[in-house]
C-alpha cells in the first residue's frame, strides 16, 4: 500500500484511541477518584517500563521483514521471525517473573493508601500477566507493519480500542477500580494479540513457526542491529515514562495526576507524529535498497515539515486555549496543568521533526548515532529532573525534559542526521519549513482573534474552536499547494518555452 495511505490508516486508528482516551480519562479519575487514579497511573508506569524487554527488536523485525517479503525470501522471513518471537516469548517469561516479584515485594516498595495490600498484588500480578503477554505475541503485529499492511494492524487497534472502551464503562466500579482496569487491560491484550497472528498468517502463507528456523547467524544478525534500537527504546522510556514514577515514589501518587494531565495532551499530538514515524522507516528502508537517495531527503523534508507544522500548530492553540480545555475536560483544581503542558510542548517543536529523522535513519541501517545521543538525552534528563525536583517540584520535572531535547535534538542529533542523509540546510528550510509559514500564520490568526471573545467553559465551545482550528490549518495547507503547483506549472511552461526557441 502506499504512504499515504498508511499514514492515513495510522492517523485515523490514532484519531480514534485519542477520543477514547480523552474521554475515558476523566470518567475514570471521576470514578475511582484522584488518589485511586493517582495509584493506578503509577502501577501501570512501572508495568510500562517492562516494555524495554522487547530489546529493541520492534524496529529489526519492521526492517527485515519489509526486506525478505520485498525479496520473497521466505526461508530467511520464517528464520527472523521465528527467531525474534522465541527472544519475545523468553523476555514475556521474564516480564511474568518480574511482575511475581514485585507483587510480593509490593509492601516494602511503596506505601499504598486507600487501598489494602491484597488489592495491589492482584493489580500487579495481572498487569505482569498482562505485559508477558502482550510481549510474547507482538512479533506478529511487526510481521504486518514489515509488509506495511498498517490497515490490518490498525484496524485491530481500533478494534481493541473500542472494546476497551465498553468494558471500562461496563464494569468500572469506585469498589475494585484497580483490578478491574487491570482485568479489562488483559482481557483486551489476549483478543488483540490472537487478531494479529491469525492475520499474519493468513497474508503470509508461506510463515512458519519452527525451532528449525532457529539459527546462530540469524540471531547475531537481529542483536547486531536491535541492540541500538533498544538503547534508543531505554532513552524513550526514561523522557517520557520515568517522570511518572519520579513524581509518584517522592512526591506520592496524588501528585502524578496534575503532570499526567499536561503530558496526555502532549502526548495528544507526538502520537501522530510517531504513527507517521512507523510508516516512514520500512519506506526509508526500501528508497535506500533501491538507491533511491532524491526520493529519500523529500520523504524526510515532508515528514519533518508535517511534524513542525502540527507541533507549531498545536503550540499555539495550547497557549491560547489549553487553561479553558483542561478545565471544561477534568474540572477545576488543576491550573498548574496548564503551564507544565506549554513547556513540554515546547520540547516537542524540536523533539517530533527530529523523532521523524530518527525513523529515517534507523530504516537506512544508522541506528548507532541516533541511539547514543537519545541515551545521553535520556541521561541528563533523569539527572536533571531529580535534581530539580525537589527546588521546583512538578516545574522541576518538566524542565528536565525540555532542557536536554532542546540541547542535543537541535545541536547534535539534526546537523549530524542531515550530513549522513547529505541534506543541505537550505534544502531542508525551503522544503519542509517554508511551505508551512502560511499555514501556522493563519492558525496564529485564528487563535488570537477567538481568544479576545467571551468563551463559555463547556463542550460545544471547545468543540467549535477545535474544529475552527483545524478547517483553518486545513485551509491554509490547501492555499500553500496550490501555489506551490502554480510555480511548478510556470517553471514547466519556461522550460517547454526555452525549448522551443
Keep these: 500500500m502506499s504512504v499515504r495511505v498508511n499514514v492515513l490508516m495510522s492517523w485515523f486508528a490514532h484519531a480514534v484511541t485519542l477520543c477514547v482516551g480523552f474521554f475515558l480519562m476523566p470518567y475514570i479519575l471521576h470514578t475511582v477518584g484522584d488518589t485511586t487514579y493517582g495509584t493506578w497511573l503509577l502501577l501501570n508506569s512501572v508495568a510500562g517500563q517492562t516494555g524495554l524487554l522487547?530489546?529493541?527488536?520492534?524496529?529489526?523485525?519492521?526492517?527485515?521483514?519489509?526486506?525478505?517479503?520485498?525479496?520473497?525470501?521466505?526461508?530467511?522471513?520464517?528464520?527472523?521471525?521465528?527467531?525474534i518471537t522465541s527472544v519475545y516469548f523468553a523476555s514475556g517469561m521474564l516480564a511474568l517473573g518480574i511482575g511475581c516479584l514485585a507483587a510480593w515485594a509490593a509492601p516494602w516498595v511503596h506505601e499504598w493508601p486507600g487501598h489494602t495490600l491484597s488489592e495491589i498484588r492482584w493489580v500487579i500480578l495481572i498487569l505482569g500477566l498482562n505485559a508477558a503477554i502482550s510481549i510474547a505475541g507482538s512479533a506478529f503485529?511487526?510481521?504486518?507493519?514489515?509488509?506495511?499492511?498498517?490497515?490490518?494492524?490498525?484496524?485491530?487497534?481500533?478494534?481493541?480500542?473500542?472494546?476497551?472502551?465498553?468494558?471500562t464503562l461496563v464494569f468500572l466500579r469506585a469498589e475494585h477500580g484497580l483490578i478491574t482496569l487491570a482485568c479489562v487491560f488483559l482481557a483486551v491484550t489476549v483478543l488483540e494479540n490472537l487478531l494479529t497472528c491469525i492475520m499474519a498468517f493468513r497474508l503470509i502463507p508461506h510463515l512458519q513457526l519452527r525451532f528449525r528456523h532457529l539459527r546462530r547467524e540469524t540471531y547475531r544478525t537481529c542483536f547486531g542491529f536491535s541492540v541500538f534500537s533498544f538503547l534508543s527504546q531505554i532513552a524513550e522510556h526514561t523522557i517520557y515514562m520515568v517522570d511518572t514514577l519520579v513524581i509518584g515514589?517522592?512526591?506520592?501518587?496524588?501528585?502524578?495526576?496534575?503532570?499526567?494531565?499536561?503530558?496526555?495532551?502532549?502526548?495528544?499530538?507526538?502520537?501522530?507524529?510517531?504513527?507517521?514515524?512507523?510508516?516512514?522507516l520500512p519506506r526509508a528502508g526500501q528508497l535506500q535498497a533501491l538507491g533511491q537517495s532524491s526520493a529519500l531527503k523529500t520523504l524526510v523534508c515532508r515528514g519533518m515539515g508535517f511534524a513542525f507544522l502540527l507541533t507549531s500548530a498545536a503550540f499555539v492553540g495550547a497557549a491560547c486555549f489549553a487553561g479553558l480545555m483542561i478545565q471544561v475536560w477534568i474540572g477545576d483544581g488543576y491550573a498548574i496543568s496548564y503551564g507544565l503542558l506549554l513547556l513540554l510542548m515546547g520540547g516537542q517543536l524540536v523533539a517530533l521533526p527530529t523523532q521523524l529523522l530518527r525513523n529515517v535513519l534507523t530504516g537506512t541501517g544508522t541506528v548507532r548515532l541516533p541511539a547514543l545521543l537519545f541515551a545521553a538525552e535520556a541521561a541528563i534528563n533523569l539527572t536533571l529532573s531529580l535534581l530539580l525536583l525537589p527546588w521546583l517540584g512538578l516545574w522541576?520535572?518538566?524542565?528536565?525534559?525540555?532542557?536536554?531535547?532542546?540541547?542535543?535534538?537541535?545541536?547534535?542529533?539534526?546537523?549530524?542526521?542531515?550530513?549522513?542523509?547529505?541534506?543541505?540546510?537550505?534544502?531542508?528550510?525551503?522544503?519542509?519549513?517554508?511551505?508551512?509559514?502560511?499555514?501556522?500564520?493563519?492558525v496564529a490568526i485564528y487563535a488570537l482573534?477567538?481568544?479576545?471573545?467571551s468563551l463559555s467553559a463547556n463542550w460545544p465551545t471547545v468543540i467549535a474552536i477545535l474544529v475552527g482550528a483545524l478547517a483553518t490549518l486545513v485551509l491554509g495547507v490547501w492555499l500553500n499547494r496550490r501555489e506551490e503547483q502554480r510555480?511548478?506549472?510556470?517553471?514547466?511552461?519556461?522550460?517547454?518555452?526555452?525549448m522551443v526557441t
Excluded at 148 to 164: A, C, G
Excluded at 258 to 264: E, G, M, S, V, W
Excluded at 449 to 453: E, I, N, W
Design 487 to 498: 510555480q511548478n506549472n510556470d517553471a514547466d511552461a519556461n522550460l517547454l518555452e526555452s
Design 249 to 280: 515514589f517522592l512526591l506520592g501518587p496524588k501528585a502524578v495526576v496534575p503532570y499526567y494531565i499536561a503530558a496526555r495532551l502532549c502526548e495528544m499530538v507526538r502520537l501522530p507524529v510517531l504513527q507517521v514515524g512507523n510508516v516512514l
Design 396 to 442: 522541576g520535572v518538566a524542565l528536565g525534559t525540555f532542557i536536554p531535547i532542546a540541547l542535543i535534538e537541535t545541536g547534535l542529533l539534526l546537523p549530524l542526521g542531515m550530513n549522513i542523509l547529505g541534506l543541505k540546510w537550505r534544502e531542508l528550510w525551503q522544503t519542509a519549513i517554508c511551505p508551512q509559514l502560511m499555514p501556522l500564520s493563519l
Design 54 to 83: 522487547y530489546l529493541g527488536f520492534g524496529d529489526a523485525i519492521s526492517r527485515f521483514t519489509s526486506k525478505y517479503y520485498a525479496e520473497k525470501r521466505w526461508i530467511q522471513l520464517n528464520r527472523t521471525v521465528s527467531c
Design 141 to 167: 503485529g511487526g510481521v504486518l507493519m514489515g509488509i506495511q499492511r498498517f490497515d490490518i494492524e490498525r484496524s485491530i487497534i481500533i478494534t481493541i480500542t473500542l472494546l476497551r472502551l465498553g468494558l
Design 449 to 453: 482573534s477567538v481568544r479576545q471573545l
